[in-house]
């Protein structure tokens, strides 16, 4: 019989609700706080900055949310996303373990984020928002916004870390055919930005800086608000339409996972795979395991403080309890991939302290190696970031190869890669050094942070 490569699901099985985690926590989230006056945020303290269906979202605790019509019918162009089983992976390994990848590399920016894109750019649009202002770091989350808000017809402007943008003129080309403007940041265009370029002119910027920049121009501007591709409970929620597919495709396969895997940087794209799953591992009996991989060099969940800290460098965001580095954390710019923000998902965040999720970091070179090793077997050039994941699914192949067990492994390819193939340029050429951030670090970026309950 023909080895099966590809489970798909027909069109009309786009899922029509969100999954909201917050339903099955054991433990309430820790609400995020004003950052003026330390205390709970409610809805207006947040209303400059996002639509009210937005905020809903963020402290709901319904188990489902409908998935509005127009959301879907822009899904239904790119969703149902494919779940592959790599067997010519398995192959190259060895390994007795059966290892299968959820595909979102098929939406049109790219990657999984579009699948936030559209949900918040349609919120806004039904709330006559005119104008969106947003942070981009690697220019994935900027291209998948720039895309959606072409679909509703809103302006966007994009800051972009400078780095990044000196680094990927195809990004920016790419957010400019879908509409959106992009100046590098920090930027003269803002108060935030301004004060930082007169400490260090040549600042090569960040995502804390970033961000600082489109809130304070959301907050500045009447006709404008602010939209965030990671980190928050809304954007996991959106993405949580990966795991219903794959737990569906997985059914098709007749399997179920013994480890799901996924890269981690704000920890939405590991969120939309993983908390359909953890539903049933907290109310279903299953005894799954969960590995969030991060880089060596930004490693939130393995080296952060859980505590409540900024989402910004600049203090202008409410605080969040969340896995943190510290908000003036500066990610070196050795580093190629993406998944470097010092935060992390409260959601995530918490079930990794609850235990119920385990963290590892892995350095770059590794990561690249794995990427290299998949494209070649596989054939889809991945994006760094979601390479991380890869490098985790293969040491566990590798490891129930050691074992000699039949292991179930699923993992999210995030998104496709070629518009990073500098990054494997630079690696093939030997220009990417492994780095590990140093803990001491972290309690120096944590000190002045207030420290509340
Ligand atoms: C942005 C991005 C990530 C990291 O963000 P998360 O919110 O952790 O998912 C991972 N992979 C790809 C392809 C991305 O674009």
Not at 368 to 384: K, S
Request: proline share 7%; glycine share 8%.
């Amino acid at each position: 019989m023909a080895r099966q490569y590809k489970y798909l699901l027909p069109e009309d099985q786009v899922p029509t609700r969100w999954y909201n985690i917050a339903a099955d926590l054991k433990n309430p989230p820790a609400p995020a706080l004003h950052p003026g006056t330390g205390q709970p945020l409610g809805p207006a303290d947040l209303a400059p900055l996002f639509p009210m269906a937005v905020i809903e979202q963020e402290v709901s605790t319904e188990r489902w949310i409908d998935i509005p019509e127009p959301v879907l019918d822009v899904y239904r162009t790119y969703r149902p996303a494919p779940l592959f089983r790599a067997h010519r992976l398995e192959e190259a390994l060895g390994t007795p373990a059966h290892i299968y990848y959820k595909y979102e590399g098929v939406s049109p920016a790219g990657s999984h984020k579009v699948n936030t894109a559209v949900a918040q750019a349609y919120y806004n649009h039904l709330e006559g928002v005119r104008r969106i202002t947003t942070e981009t770091g690697a220019g994935q989350w900027g291209t998948a916004l720039a895309y959606a808000c072409q679909m509703f017809g809103i302006e966007l402007k994009i800051y972009m870390v400078r780095v990044s943008f000196e680094q990927k003129p195809y990004r920016k080309a790419m957010m400019n055919v879908y509409g959106a403007s992009v100046v590098p940041s920090p930027s003269q265009d803002t108060n935030a930005g301004r004060t930082i370029l007169e400490r260090d002119p040549n600042s090569s910027g960040s995502l804390g800086i970033a961000i600082s920049e489109a809130v304070e121009d959301a907050a500045t501007h009447e006709d404008t608000k602010y939209s965030l591709g990671s980190v928050l409970n809304h954007v996991m929620l959106h993405q949580t339409v990966i795991g219903q597919e794959a737990i569906a495709q997985m059914q098709l396969a007749g399997e179920y996972p013994d480890v799901v895997i996924g890269c981690v940087g704000g920890g939405s794209n590991y969120a939309g795979l993983a908390f359909p799953f953890m539903q049933e591992r907290l109310n279903g009996g299953r005894n799954t395991r969960f590995v969030a991989a991060e880089p060596a060099s930004c490693p939130t969940l393995t080296k952060g403080v859980y505590t409540y800290d900024f989402g910004d460098t600049a203090e202008l965001t409410p605080l969040v309890k969340m896995s943190t580095l510290g908000h003036s954390f500066m990610p070196p710019s050795i580093h190629a991939g993406g998944l470097r923000y010092h935060g992390m998902s409260p959601l995530i965040s918490q079930l990794h302290e609850e235990g119920y999720i385990d963290a590892v970091a892995h350095p770059q070179l590794g990561v690249f190696a794995a990427a290299v090793q998949f494209a070649r077997a596989e054939g889809i050039v991945p994006a760094p970031e979601s390479a991380h994941a890869i490098r985790s699914a293969i040491d566990e192949a590798l490891e129930a190869k050691e074992a000699g067990e039949e292991r179930v492994i699923l993992f999210n390819l995030s998104g496709h890669g070629f518009l990073d193939l500098g990054a494997y340029e630079q690696y093939f050429n030997g220009e990417l050094e492994d780095y590990e951030y140093p803990a001491e670090l972290v309690q120096q970026a944590l000190a002045g942070v207030p420290q509340l309950a």
